[in-house]
Each structure stands twice: as structure tokens, then as C-alpha cells.
């Protein structure tokens, strides 16, 4: 049964009076920064080195974010890092293992042409703070289902890397995987070993919605004409209702206007049916918290009500911020936006804006058993306190009936929140959040 949005007789909340509840940190595994994986035996040799095509390059314009500084790890690498957790799956895998996806490399089109495209499968023991991965698995075009030109294309295998699409989110319906990505941006459909099946233009009211990175746009191109949607600023969410009967794509970031100005404080959330392959002409709009500037995951919790991970782009801890540029021993940027916020899609107010009702901090966590596995660079450490404290905040899933998990992006080897000088981790936290998740 499909989702319907009915009108609320009352306006969705103030951003600004976010009523902020508490969580508790119960859990806290992770995988290391440098771990790799092994390319398919049938992968084009080229894959085995990964990063190739960042040498030389100014890391602050590969991706755009802050405190680009040393993270005792160097491209190119030996193998494909299993780097960049991006979005979990509504539902889990048969044996109860977290579906997640993998982001596209190194940051854009031009420096991952040897970083292939997958998703896996994992098992967070928060007893002994270690990751499982159980498998990974490759997204691949043997049958030409990609409507443009692929890095691998003069191969058999025809496996896609970060040249040719840019994966954030990911839902599982049956049999099918279905992917939203950023470049187009796109819905993609693949089999259950990642055989790609589809690939679905974004639509909104009867035209397609492009980014700069679009297959099809050539310089000049201009924005609010050629392309609306900002560069990294596609389907950062993907969620799915729970009878599975519609997938929900929520742009990442606000969409410019014909003038080529940005609509509003607000993102897009677009209805698409995973049975006819079509989208169906609905939408709502998520309004931003106050200094967010981009989401991270999107995923359901019950029949109408959904989780959305709202971030600003700094990272690190706030109590070490930089007085000077370039100064060294603290944060250019420190994190101060990092939130999960609970929205009830049952409630649209009369300017189509979906209905806010909660929210947890994620920078101000409480710890009282002291359960973090990972040391934090701050100026002095807080008692009974544990922050999450990194640029791209990306997966998040419920998790029994007062519980979720939270994952982050750690961008290898961009991205230093945790700790000054050390390449992020891939996270993953549990906590108890019963106030968010009560009816």
C-alpha cells in the first residue's frame, strides 16, 4: 500500500524549536581506516591500485571540505579501501547483518576512475568494539544497461567505479537493490550481486532534475538551466516504507531555481514506485535545521514516521578550534551541527513542508559507562560525554524498539574528526533513544 501525504491542520514546528532529546551511548565498534579489499578476480588489472589519480592534486578542490591535513595514510593504495559507508538498508540481510553501501572513492568524477562501485554486508560486536564484513559486492554492467560511456567500458566484466556514478543511499525490495547516487542524479537497480538492471533519470514535475556532474551537460553549462541540482547534492537519502511499496529519495542539498538561486533552506523529497519503475508525481519538503547545511541517511522507523541525519561541513571536536589559519594542533572547522531528527511524513503542512518532531545531538551524547572504544582530540576530555564528531555523518537505522545505529563516511584518507593526525575510522554506534522513538 502506498504512502499517501495527507495535509496537517497545523503547520509542521519551527525549525528553530527542535524539542532536543537525550541518547546514550551503548555500543561503539568500528573497522580501521586502512582496510582493503581484494578486487574480483576478473576485474581489470588497473583496480588492483586504487587512487591513482589524485597525485598532484590540491585535496581542498577534490572534495570540499575542511581541515585537509595529514592522515599517515598515502594514495595511491594496494587493493580497493573498503572506505566510505554511505547509507544502511531498512531491512537487514538474512542472518540479521547490516546492509550498507560503499561511496564512490576519492571524492568526484576525476579521481575515481579505479575505485570500483559496491555494497556489503556487516555485524558490529559492541562488546569488543570490532566490525564483521561479511561479504562485498561489486556493481557491474555486463548487459550495457548504463546509457553513457563507463570507465571500464572496453572490458567484459564492465564493472563501474567512481567515474561513473557516485552511490549515497541504498533500500532492498525483494531480489532488487536500488541505489540512489549523485551525479545525474540517478536511481539505480541492481540484482542481489550487483548486477546493474536500471538506471532512472530523476523527474519533478515532468523534467528531469540534473547536477553539474550530469553524463549529458558539456561546458558552458548553466546552472538554474542546464542543471538544479548542486554538485554532491543528490540522493544522499533513499528511504523505504515499510510495506516496501515506495522508494523516498531525499536530495542531499537545496535545489537552485530557473534565477539560479537555491529555492530555500529546504530539500526535495521524491516518491518512486520500485514495482513499475516510475516515479509517481509525489513529494514533500524537508526544512533544515538551523546551521545544517546538507543531510546524510534517511531511513523509516514505523508507518509514517522516518529518521534524517542533518550536518553542518565541519569536523572535529568544537573545543579545539583553530584562532589561525593554518594553525596546527586544532580543527579549521570544528563540528557543531550533527542531528538525527524524527519527521512523521503522515503530517504535510499547507506549503508542502513535512512535519519535524524531534531531535538527538549527536555532539553531546551521553557516555556514563565510558563505552568508546577510540580516543578524541579535544582540549579536555568530558566525563560521561562521547561525540560523533565528523564531516559526513551518512547511515542510520533503528534498531529494536529503543535503539539505533549510526554510521559515518570517513572519506579515506580525508577525513580527521576523531583524532588530529589520523585518518577517520568507519564507525558505527549504537544508542538508546527511547524519547525520540516513543509514539
Known sequence: MRLTLTIALCAALPVTAQDVVPSTLVGHAFLPANTMSTPPADAPRDAWVSGKFTAGADLRQMRPMQNMRD??????????????????????????????????????????????????????DFETGAATIHERIYLHDPDFTVPFKIAYEGTDSRYLTGADFDPESIQVVGDTVWIGEEFGPYLISATL?????????????????????HPALRIPASRGKDWVVPRSGGYEGLALTPDQST??????????GTDGETEGDFLRVLAFDPVTAEWTGESFKFALTEGAVAVGDFNFIDVTRALVIERDGGQGDPSLPCQTEGAEGCFEEPAQVKRITLIDTSQIDADGFVARLKQIDLMDIDDPDGLSHLETSMATPVAGKFTFPFVTIESVI???????????????????????????NNEMIRLHVPELLAD
Not at 197 to 213: I, K, W
Open 71 to 124: 592522515t599517515g595514510l598515502a594514495l595511491p593504495f594496494i587493493g580497493q579501501p573498503f572506505q566510505g559507508i554511505s547509507g544502511y538498508a531498512f531491512n537487514r540481510a538474512e542472518d540479521d547483518s547490516i546492509i550498507a553501501l560503499i561511496d564512490n572513492g576519492f571524492g568526484n568524477k576525476q579521481n575515481s576512475p579505479d575505485a570500483l562501485l559496491s555494497f556489503t554486508r556487516l555485524t558490529p
Open 193 to 213: 550481486d550487483g548486477r546493474l538492471t536500471g538506471v532512472y533519470p530523476t523527474m519533478l514535475d515532468g523534467a528531469e532534475l540534473r547536477s553539474p556532474d
Open 247 to 256: 522508494l523516498w529519495g531525499m536530495l542531499e542539498k537545496p535545489i537552485f
Open 398 to 424: 533503528r534498531d529494536g524498539d529503543e535503539h539505533i545505529i549510526v554510521g559515518n563516511d570517513n572519506n579515506l584518507p580525508f577525513s580527521i574528526g576523531r583524532r588530529l593526525g589520523a585518518a577517520d
